[in-house]
């Protein structure tokens, strides 16, 4: 996360961190969206080539509030199953950019909110991660960050000369003022606390053109276009 700010223990309990099996490389991120499940990036799983592979390359570490000096709120899981979306295509853009894991035995801990069905999408978001802190990839941090971020218009997104040409249907585009994700953040939560005061899951982090970069926001995959398909994949474990 570029600037952005440290969370507290215990303030994201649904976070997930994907790591090879030292835990020493984390990859990726996600999300625990039941008690069993998590959500993440597809592109997390590029350069694997069968479902087996996918299965035993990672380890997901559920409530992670240090990478650095793993605490003992953290809880390690296999990987039963892990489905990504049909049709991702890195070359198309990032377009269905999202991923199901079942975890190999259920948590205590708590999971997310997904959006609910009547449901008008936020306009300011929080994106959560351990990724890098500027655009050299020179810097990550031992504590989880969070990073404000407000999300813009589906036209405005496609309008925009630096980044529009990337834009698709499942997007969610989003920015701030020299804030954003970064490398090492991807398939991590976008997510929006309602006037319940219940944190939802908005948005991926899936792509974008460098980090942090004026007038370049970044993509973020649509949870709420994909709703019907992630319960689909979650109930049929």
Same mark, same amino acid.
């Given at each position: ?14 976070? %997930?961190?994907? $790591? ?6 984390? $990859?990726?991120?996600? =999300? ?41 709120? $953290? ?15 890195? &070359?198309?853009?990032? !377009? ?11 948590? $205590? ?27 050299? %990839? =020179? &810097? ?12 813009? !218009? ?19 585009? %989003? ?19 309602? &006037? ?5 899951? %908005? ?35």
């Amino acid at each position: 996360m570029i600037v952005g700010s440290f969370t507290t223990e215990k303030e994201y309990p649904w976070f %997930a961190l994907l $790591t090879d099996h030292s835990r020493t490389f984390h $990859t990726c991120a996600g =999300s625990l969206i039941t008690n069993q499940h998590v959500l993440t990036a597809a592109h997390c799983y590029d350069d694997l080539a069968t479902e087996a592979e996918m299965r035993d390359y990672f380890l997901i570490l559920v409530e992670v509030p240090t990478r650095c000096d793993f605490s003992p709120l $953290t809880d390690i899981f296999g990987q039963q199953r892990v489905v990504l979306h049909p049709q991702f295509r890195r &070359s198309r853009e990032y !377009s269905n950019d999202i991923a199901v894991i079942t975890l190999n035995r259920t948590t $205590t801990k708590m999971p997310i909110c997904l959006p609910p069905i009547y449901y008008q999408r936020p306009v300011k978001v929080i994106a959560i991660g351990y990724g890098y802190e500027n655009n050299y %990839a =020179s &810097s990550r941090p031992c504590e989880l960050k969070e990073v404000d971020l407000y999300v813009i !218009s589906n036209k405005r997104c496609k309008d925009n000369s630096n980044v529009g040409h990337m834009y698709q249907k499942d997007h969610i585009c %989003a920015y701030g003022t020299y804030k954003d994700a970064c490398q090492g953040d991807s398939g991590g939560p976008l997510q929006f606390r309602g &006037s319940d005061g219940l944190y939802r899951l %908005a948005g991926i982090i899936s792509t974008g053109l460098g980090c942090a970069n004026l007038n370049f926001p970044a993509f973020y995959i649509d949870v709420y276009f994909h709703l019907f398909w992630i319960y689909v994949q979650i109930n049929s474990d």
